[in-house]
């Protein structure tokens, strides 16, 4: 099967296919993310459906697990800007209300005594009444509004990030499947090729030309080859099952893998125009300045603690023995609550606060560097898997040969089969590496453009799909 890699955005990994050699700088997700799960979804169809990595991605976008929470994640936040928001908006409310009364007049302090009753009633209140406060002046209440406000960006930003990370997964485990699905093919090639030599053992054998050994000797390897076609398209299967679920295909779907896909040139930027672009771009970067924003609101919010808070309240309603007697009345209050002492609370919070706030700005810093090396090592790794691809497509074709003129040398009875044997050996490891080296190169062309944020934009652009 001839293997062939998308994008420098679709192909941004998580990790390198089975059997191929991790690299430094890829990172990997366990099976317990939320990003290796989805969200089954559609009609299950009798027949095998194709589904192209673009298909995959797009899917995976609409239906995986981490998507889906990144945006609930969205929705709690604008809730709790909400929350945030009320403590400076005014507070209103209306009530009707209609009691019937009998009361005590001297549990009030009015002991007449006779001829006045001890108690009055029964009697009738009615009230309608419009209630109103109206904050004037809390600065901690404007500050946690504010922090609230760099949340819900902080948020949105990470659900662009989640998105931009289930490109890489998607993309990534289609690959990997198609590089399990590669590896199926050649190990069945090369037990075709086993299975061919066997039987020139065998008649060469009854040609007199080589000894039984020769033949038991392509026998084994014959068996191992089987062995090797069984491994490897176990592994093609469970790598498809992977797929399904994190693009949430319906439960049992089968489905064929699609192996055109589009190539791109290597990227053209230097390294100073990488790092601009990740710093501007980075979704995770930038939700990592608005965390950090909302902590320096929160300690200003903390500190404002400690300062008076001006409220105004007031109500309008009407009030009588009856609705239809009832006379208008109001009242008017403005109100400053100056904090004195209130146990301590308000240091809690303020060291709370600090302690938060380094924290994100540590963060940051730890990023921004993360950022740099990243892109750094996907410069050094594009030009090393370069150079790999290249020698293992070499060492490829040298072995193809080697194994030909083995089969003629033994045909011709110049040679033993030992020599066909090293040779198919030498065929399967050197076509493992070719495809290991084929992933290895289009993930460092991944790796820098997952260090610069454009994965989603990336794959709409080579791949088209819908624009958001």
Excluded at 18 to 36: D, H, T
Excluded at 274 to 290: F, I, K, T
Excluded at 332 to 339: D, E, F, K, Q, S
Aim: no cysteine.
């Amino acid at each position: 099967m001839s293997i062939r890699v998308t994008t420098a955005a679709i192909v941004l990994a998580i990790a390198l296919p089975a059997a191929a050699q991790e690299r430094s700088g890829v990172p990997s997700l366990p099976a317990s993310s939320p990003f290796m799960g989805g969200v089954p979804t559609g009609t299950l169809s009798p027949e095998p459906i194709r589904l192209t990595v673009a298909q995959a991605i797009f899917r995976a976008l609409d239906h995986n697990l981490g998507v889906l929470l990144a945006e609930q994640n969205t929705g709690t936040a604008q809730g709790q800007r909400w929350t945030a928001l009320s403590g400076l908006l005014p507070s209103i409310s209306a009530s009707v209300s209609e009691t019937r009364s009998r009361r005590s007049l001297e549990v009030f302090g009015f002991r007449l005594g006779p001829p006045f009753p001890r108690v009055v009633g029964p009697f009738d209140v009615f009230d309608a009444r419009v209630n109103a406060s109206i904050p004037v002046f809390d600065l901690s209440a404007l500050n946690d509004a504010s922090a609230a406000a760099h949340r819900v960006a902080a948020a949105k930003l990470s659900y662009t990030s989640a998105r931009d990370l289930v490109v890489l997964v998607s993309a990534n485990v289609y690959l990997q499947a198609l590089a399990a699905d590669a590896r199926a093919t050649a190990a069945r090639a090369q037990f075709d090729s086993s299975q061919a030599i066997y039987q020139q053992a065998i008649d060469l054998q009854k040609s007199g030309i080589i000894a039984g050994l020769d033949v038991t000797r392509a026998q084994v390897r014959m068996s191992t080859d089987r062995q090797r076609v069984t491994a490897a398209a176990n592994d093609a299967e469970k790598a498809k099952l992977e797929v399904a679920r994190i693009v949430g295909l319906p439960i049992g779907q089968a489905f064929t893998l699609v192996d055109e896909i589009p190539t791109v040139p290597d990227p053209t930027m230097t390294l100073q125009e990488a790092l601009d672009q990740a710093y501007g771009s980075r979704a995770d970067y930038l939700a990592a300045l608005e965390q950090l924003k909302a902590a320096e609101a929160s300690r200003r919010a903390a500190v404002a603690g400690r300062l008076p808070t001006v409220t105004v309240t007031a109500d309008y309603g009407a009030i009588g023995l009856t609705a239809s007697d009832a006379l208008n009345t109001f009242d008017i209050a403005g109100a400053v609550n100056v904090p004195i002492f209130n146990g301590g609370r308000q240091q809690a919070k303020l060291a709370e606060a600090d302690a938060e706030l380094k924290r994100q700005q540590a963060q940051v810093d730890d990023m921004k560097s993360g950022i740099y090396y990243q892109v750094r090592s996907a410069f050094l790794d594009l030009q090393a898997t370069k150079e790999e691809l290249e020698t293992a497509t070499g060492g490829r074709d040298l072995a193809n040969q080697q194994l030909q003129q083995s089969r003629d040398r033994f045909a011709a009875g110049v040679a033993s089969n030992i020599e066909v044997v090293q040779a198919q050996e030498a065929v399967a490891l050197a076509t493992d590496q070719y495809i290991s080296a084929l992933y290895g190169y289009n993930i460092a062309k991944a790796l820098l453009a997952q260090s610069i944020g454009t994965a989603e934009d990336a794959v709409r652009k080579y791949l088209g799909g819908p624009t958001q």
